[in-house]
């Protein structure tokens, strides 16, 4: 009689995370399979194996995933959104080095209420955190945009322009290509020196210093967000300006922390507070500013400087459903798990944040390589604890961008 095959309990625990991340019970995910709910249990708790490959891939299937995802093979972009949004970035990086505005566009383009409504399409999916749905429109809109400049209604081109390389530059920094999302800010600044605005002028100023804090320039954002604030208190008149002062004020407060000086974060972090108590919760420009950003930018500046019990007690006082866009809310629940995962004794409630930020922004969530450290930290602290398998599950799905 040959032997029973050893069982993988990492095999058991990446059938388990599978599962639970869909909400099936084993009996609902068994019958998916053809195989008991009591041979499924055994497999998910490592005291049977799932003994041949036919199993294996029943399991799979039933699970939506490849073999080679339970196995634990080295399977490069196993999303299908990783390998999208890989494609993405490399199409939007060339369309942002093809829109010169000292060259001429390609003629042909669709009429200008139709890029409008494009720009609209994109604009929602990016609040969505869809990013790799947001980079499937956006070359060709970048690319229709840029012709349009040359025409009859170039003002109104240079505007749309100005809007989608910011949504460029957004959505590049947060899949992690920081280098990329300058190069987007600088399309967004010259399409707004070439429109000659002072609120726009500081809207590109703001993704120039997020986009270098995001490269770890962080004397460089500072130095920008602080001259383009000071530029722009003379037009606060002017539909937008308050919001933008706001978030230059906040991109101050990270890039002067970062520099060393908590001091001088603290003062831009108070000025903005005082500005978002007078403007409320706002959505101009697809900024956010008011009260809660406040806060979800505090979080972020405390947890990144290290004081975890500090990011956790702003947290616990922030709602961020005041924001109904989901590219903020991720930004809540992803640094409150980082701060969590720093202090004993709240671990599980740190996974509960990193799982609710990837529902929330899974493409995001994948790619951000504080989250990957933060859950190979819980891993370890988890291992065989509840929470564990999920905490792999998760760690599987990400990948480097």
Same mark, same amino acid.
């Given at each position: 009689?040959?032997?029973?095959?050893?069982?993988?309990?990492?095999?058991?625990? $990446?059938?388990?995370?599978?599962?639970?991340?869909?909400?099936?019970?084993?009996?609902?995910?068994?019958?998916?399979?053809?195989?008991?709910?009591? *041979?499924?249990?055994?497999?998910?708790?490592?005291?049977?194996?799932?003994?041949?490959?036919?199993?294996?891939?029943?399991?799979?299937?039933?699970?939506?995933?490849?073999?080679?995802?339970?196995?634990?093979?080295?399977?490069?972009?196993?999303?299908?959104?990783?390998?999208?949004?890989?494609?993405?970035?490399?199409?939007?990086?060339?369309?942002?080095?093809?829109?010169?505005?000292?060259? =001429?566009?390609?003629?042909?383009? =669709?009429?200008?209420?139709?890029?409008?409504?494009?720009?609209?399409?994109?604009?929602?999916?990016?609040?969505?955190?869809?990013?790799?749905?947001?980079?499937?429109?956006? =070359?060709?809109?970048?690319?229709?945009?840029?012709?349009?400049?040359?025409? =009859?209604?170039?003002?109104?081109?240079?505007?749309?322009?100005?809007?989608?390389?910011?949504?460029?530059?957004?959505?590049?920094?947060?899949?992690?290509?920081?280098?990329?999302?300058?190069?987007?800010?600088?399309?967004? $600044?010259?399409?707004?020196?070439?429109?000659?605005?002072?609120?726009?002028?500081?809207?590109?100023?703001?993704?120039?210093?997020?986009?270098?804090?995001?490269?770890?320039?962080?004397?460089?954002?500072? *130095?920008?967000?602080?001259?383009?604030?000071?530029?722009?208190?003379?037009?606060?008149?002017?539909?937008?300006?308050?919001?933008?002062?706001?978030?230059?004020?906040?991109?101050s407060a990270k890039a002067a922390r970062g520099r060393g000086?908590?001091?001088?974060?603290?003062?831009?972090?108070?000025?903005?507070?005082?500005?978002?108590?007078?403007?409320?919760?706002?959505?101009?420009?697809?900024?956010?500013?008011?009260?809660?950003?406040?806060?979800?930018?505090?979080?972020?500046?405390?947890?990144?400087?290290?004081?975890?019990?500090?990011?956790?007690?702003?947290?616990?006082?922030?709602?961020?459903?005041?924001?109904?866009?989901?590219?903020?809310?991720?930004?809540?629940?992803?640094?409150?798990?980082?701060?969590?995962?720093?202090?004993?004794?709240?671990?599980?409630?740190?996974?509960r944040y990193l799982l609710t930020a990837e529902r929330i922004?899974?493409?995001?969530?994948? *790619?951000?390589?504080?989250?990957?450290?933060?859950?190979?930290?819980?891993?370890?602290?988890?291992?065989?604890?509840?929470?564990?398998?999920?905490?792999?599950?998760?760690?599987?799905?990400?990948?480097?961008?």
């Amino acid at each position: 009689m040959s032997p029973r095959p050893l069982a993988d309990p990492d095999v058991g625990e $990446r059938i388990r995370a599978r599962r639970l991340l869909r909400g099936w019970s084993i009996r609902y995910a068994a019958s998916r399979a053809g195989i008991s709910h009591a *041979t499924w249990g055994r497999i998910e708790r490592g005291l049977q194996a799932a003994n041949n490959r036919f199993m294996l891939a029943d399991i799979a299937e039933a699970l939506e995933c490849s073999s080679g995802d339970l196995a634990g093979a080295p399977v490069p972009g196993t999303d299908r959104a990783a390998t999208a949004t890989r494609a993405g970035v490399h199409a939007l990086r060339t369309a942002l080095i093809d829109i010169d505005l000292t060259e =001429p566009g390609v003629a042909g383009s =669709p009429a200008m209420a139709e890029l409008d409504r494009v720009l609209s399409l994109v604009d929602t999916l990016r609040q969505a955190c869809d990013y790799a749905g947001t980079m499937r429109l956006l =070359p060709g809109l970048l690319h229709h945009l840029h012709a349009e400049t040359a025409g =009859p209604e170039r003002g109104r081109a240079l505007r749309l322009l100005c809007e989608a390389t910011f949504i460029a530059s957004s959505v590049l920094r947060n899949l992690g290509h920081p280098g990329d999302a300058w190069l987007g800010a600088e399309r967004c $600044r010259d399409a707004a020196e070439a429109v000659d605005d002072p609120v726009l002028l500081a809207y590109a100023a703001y993704a120039l210093a997020t986009a270098a804090t995001a490269s770890g320039s962080h004397q460089r954002g500072q *130095t920008i967000a602080e001259r383009a604030a000071g530029d722009l208190r003379r037009h606060l008149s002017r539909p937008g300006g308050a919001e933008i002062l706001g978030s230059l004020q906040l991109i101050s407060a990270k890039a002067a922390r970062g520099r060393g000086h908590p001091e001088d974060s603290a003062a831009w972090l108070a000025e903005a507070k005082r500005l978002a108590r007078r403007t409320g919760e706002t959505t101009t420009m697809g900024l956010y500013f008011g009260p809660t950003n406040v806060d979800i930018w505090r979080i972020s500046i405390e947890v990144n400087e290290g004081d975890a019990e500090r990011a956790a007690a702003v947290a616990r006082r922030t709602s961020p459903m005041a924001i109904a866009a989901g590219f903020r809310q991720v930004f809540y629940y992803a640094d409150t798990a980082r701060a969590l995962a720093h202090l004993t004794g709240r671990e599980r409630e740190a996974v509960r944040y990193l799982l609710t930020a990837e529902r929330i922004a899974p493409q995001h969530v994948h *790619t951000t390589a504080d989250l990957h450290a933060t859950t190979r930290t819980l891993l370890a602290r988890l291992h065989r604890q509840a929470g564990g398998a999920e905490l792999r599950g998760l760690s599987e799905r990400m990948w480097t961008p």
